[in-house]
């Protein structure tokens, strides 16, 4: 899973950054020099993985993971003028699978709190840059379709008829992802990598002086009247940050100080599987317990693949216990003798939590 961080300068992106990774980058205000973005890969908190291990102690526990990039602040006034995100940074978020926009909520940053319009101008900047693309690329697709037959014209066609259909979207300022597109179309879009239609969660950075509010910090803000799918969130990246660089043993006392339930670091992660559609399965052998995660609606024999490809190739069957069932059983072989393990083959849909066993053929 890889989220790519982006937002205006002076939003705290890099104090995130900080906070979710447990980095020690220095922040640099208004640092619009940077082209080279911030990379970090940190293990996914699984509660359920950490009973498994207890339960089975192996020699080697892998988590899922998450990998963030943060790429280069933007200005806001740039955007306005239809000069933003630059082609490096272009790149570099149309190669995540989703998208982070830090959005400003705290005071002392030279101009008032602004969230509602930062949050569209960053949407705006995303429907500029897939439009742009969209339009550089129809005037080819009408000549190619001149200009060859058979199965090539027909997905010549089948594109275009996919690329017509967003235009309109994108015409009225609106993202990829509200569009009404069939599954089929989707996949034919997707290799275009279009930026909105990647799902996306905008972070609002509040101050360290919210935090005694409590409640629902995104209430205390004017948030965009279409939050159709926009998905919101909201932290403390200052005190995040610190919090990231605590041992596990000193963070309690200093999350009770500031009415924080959980670092926000568990919490984003967690958001950003919600808005991918990802769950986790665990697979185990004598050398190591690992948490694999894949999208919601993944079969079992595509499951094996991300596992090894020989799985896939040879898939035979595969054995399934939820994780719960898993411990209560003592393992593979009780559940086999309480009748918790189920048998399935190549389609069953992988669920959150199952431990699975592939068998496979070489």
């Known amino acids: 899973m890889k989220i790519s961080l982006l937002g205006f300068h002076g ?9 979710l990774t447990g980095s020690h980058l220095a922040m640099a ?29 192996p020699p080697k526990v892998v988590h899922a993971h998450v990998e963030y990039v943060d790429v280069a602040g933007i200005e806001r006034s740039e955007v306005e003028r239809g000069r933003g995100l630059g082609e490096d940074q272009l790149q570099v978020l149309a190669q995540t699978d ?7 909520a705290f005071d002392g940053a030279g101009a008032p709190v602004d969230v509602a319009g930062d949050v569209d101008a960053i949407e705006l900047e995303l429907v500029l840059s897939d439009l742009a693309k969209l339009e550089a690329r129809l005037p080819k697709l009408g000549k190619m379709i001149l200009k060859v037959s058979g199965k090539e014209l027909e997905q010549a066609q089948h594109e275009l008829s996919a ?6 979207v994108l015409d009225q300022g609106k993202p990829i992802r509200s569009a009404l597109l069939s599954p089929d179309e989707e996949k034919t879009i ?3 990598m279009f930026l909105t239609q990647k799902p996306i969660l905008f972070l609002l950075n509040i101050g360290e002086d919210m935090l005694s509010r409590g409640g629902d ?7 965009p009247g279409d939050q159709k799918d926009r998905h919101f969130a909201a932290m403390c990246a200052e005190i995040e940050a610190e919090i990231a660089q605590l041992s596990p043993g000193e963070r309690g006392e200093f999350l009770k100080d500031y009415h924080i339930e959980e670092p926000a670091a568990f919490r984003i992660i967690r958001l950003c599987y919600d808005i991918l559609g990802s769950l986790s399965f665990f697979t185990t052998n004598d050398k190591e317990l690992r948490a694999w995660a894949i999208k919601n609606g993944t079969p079992a024999v595509k499951a094996a693949g991300e596992v ?12 399934v216990v939820s994780w719960e069932k898993f411990i209560k059983s003592g393992g593979f072989s009780h559940a086999r003798k309480t009748a918790d393990l189920e048998i399935h083959g190549k389609d069953y849909i992988v669920q959150d939590g199952d431990v699975i066993h592939f068998l496979f053929s070489v």
Do not use: W
Not at 39 to 56: G, I, N, S
Not at 99 to 104: E, P, T
Not at 308 to 313: F, G, L, P, Q, S
């Open 217 to 223: 910090f995104l209430k205390l803000f004017p948030l």
């Open 98 to 104: 989703a998208l982070l926009a830090v959005i400003r």
């Open 29 to 57: 205000p208004y640092a619009g020099g940077r082209t080279q973005p911030h990379v970090a890969v940190v293990k996914v908190p699984d509660a359920r993985l950490d009973a498994l291990a207890a339960m089975l102690k």
């Open 11 to 19: 939003c705290g992106k890099t104090t995130v950054f900080n906070a």
């Open 190 to 192: 997707r290799g275009f």
């Open 308 to 319: 090894h490809t020989d799985m896939e190739r040879g898939f035979i069957r595969a054995e």
């Open 163 to 168: 690329l017509s259909k967003i235009k309109p």
